[in-house]
C-alpha cells in the first residue's frame, strides 16, 4: 500500500514538534527549591530550638512554625566560613556571601567590593531543575531599596546580579499576563491528542506495508510513544493554580505587611501552577533600616541590633521583628502545604525551602551561629529534626540542600570550604 503524502507529511509534522515536547520530561512531581532572606541576624537565645526529653521544641522566635515543625530542619551553629575571605565589611560580606560561599570582588564599586564572584545556590539548582519551565527561576523583593551589594542577594554564572522585582503588579503580569499557565496546560493536552490519533494511524498502517516502510513507521511510533510518555509525566497544575485577581501596589504605613503577603502568595502560586521550579523571596535589604511599627516597634531595625546585648528593651524589639518574620516564612510553609502536588503529597513535601540571614550577631557584624532554617521533604530526601552542627559550614548545609533538590552538584562555593554535603540533613 501507498503511504499518502498527507500521511507522511502528518508523521513529519510530529517529529518537527518533538523539540517543543521535550522540555516537559520531567517526574510528574518535581521538587521546588526557594531560598529565603531576612536581615541583621538574631537574638540567638530566643532563636534557637532546645531539645527535650521526647524531642525538641521550637523557640520564641521560631514558635510561628508549629504547625510544620515535622517538616522543619533546623541547623545550630553553622558559621559563613567563607565570609573571613575578600572585601567588604559585615553586612557586605555577609550577604554577599550569603547564597554563593565566595568572597565579593575587590572594586571601588561600592567602597571596596563589587559585586559576587560567582552564582548563587539557587541558579546552580535550576540548572538542573528550571530549565523546563516558563520562567528558569523567579526572584521577588519586599522593598528591596538601592542597588548596591547589599540589596543584590541573588548571582549569576559570573557573579552578575540578578535585581528582585518588588512590585507585585509587574510579577502578577509576568506570571499571569501572556502566559496563563492553564492555557499552558491545555495546550499540553492537546498535544497529547494529536499524539495519539497519530499513533493510531501509525498501528492502522503497519500490516499493510512493506517490511522496509514498516521499520520507518516503528522508529516513528517509538518516538510517538515516548513523547506521550513524557507529556503524561508532566506536573499539571493543581488546583491551587487559580489565576488571582490582579493585585495593586501597597502604598502607606502598612505597605510593607501587604507587600510581604502579596510576593508571599504570588510566589507559592508560581511554584503551584510550575511556572518555575525555582524561587527566591528577600524581605528588604542587608543592614535593613525598616522599622516595625505595626507591631509596636518604634526603632529602625538595623539600628536595634547593634544595641549591645544587655539591653533589654532591644532584645525584647528585636526578638518581635524576627517572630513577625517567621509568621511570614510560616504563611509561605502554609501556602505549599495547602497545594496537592499528588496523590498524598503537598507542594511543601515536594519542595527545599532554605530561610537564612547575612549576620549571626547585629552588634558585632558576626557570621558565626548563623540563623538558617530548612522546611519541606525534598521528595522525601531531607531529615527533619534539630540538628548541632558545632560550627559547620553553611557552603556544606547549602549543597545537601541542592542536592535534596534534585541538582548534582558535588561542591559549591569556594571549595576550601565545602568538603562534603552537610551529614544530618538529608535521609
Known sequence: MRVSRRQVLRAAGVSLTLPWLEAFAQPSTPRRFVSVFTPNGTVFDQWAPTRTTTGWALSPILAPLLPFQSKLLVPVNVDLKSAVLGPGDGHQR???????????????????????????????????????????????????SGATVLSRMISGKNGEPLPPESDPVVVFERLFGAADPLLAARRRANRKSVLDGVLAEFNALRPTVSAADRQVLEAHATTVREVERRVDSVASPSASCVRPTQPTTPRGPDAFVAMGELQTDLLALALACDVTRVASLQWTRSASPMVFSWEGVGIEHHELSHHVDDDASARAALTTIHRWYAQQFARLLGRLEATVAGPGVTLLDQSVIVWGNE??????????????????????????????????????????????????????????????????VQR
Open 94 to 144: 555577609g550577604i554577599g556571601h550569603l547564597w554563593t560561599s565566595r568572597a565579593l570582588t575587590p572594586s571601588s564599586l561600592f567602597g571596596t567590593v563589587g559585586w559576587a564572584s560567582g552564582p548563587s545556590i539557587d541558579q546552580l539548582v535550576a540548572d538542573a531543575i528550571g530549565t523546563s519551565t516558563a520562567m528558569r527561576s523567579l526572584e521577588l523583593g519586599v522593598m528591596v
Open 359 to 424: 549576620l549571626g550577631q547585629g552588634n558585632t557584624h558576626s557570621h558565626r551561629s548563623v540563623p538558617f532554617v530548612v522546611a519541606g521533604g525534598g521528595g522525601g530526601t531531607l531529615r527533619s529534626g534539630l540538628l548541632e552542627t558545632n560550627g559547620g559550614s553553611h557552603a556544606e548545609l547549602l549543597l545537601a540542600c541542592a542536592q535534596a533538590a534534585g541538582a548534582p552538584l558535588t561542591t559549591f562555593g569556594d571549595p576550601a570550604f565545602c568538603q562534603q554535603p552537610m551529614p544530618g
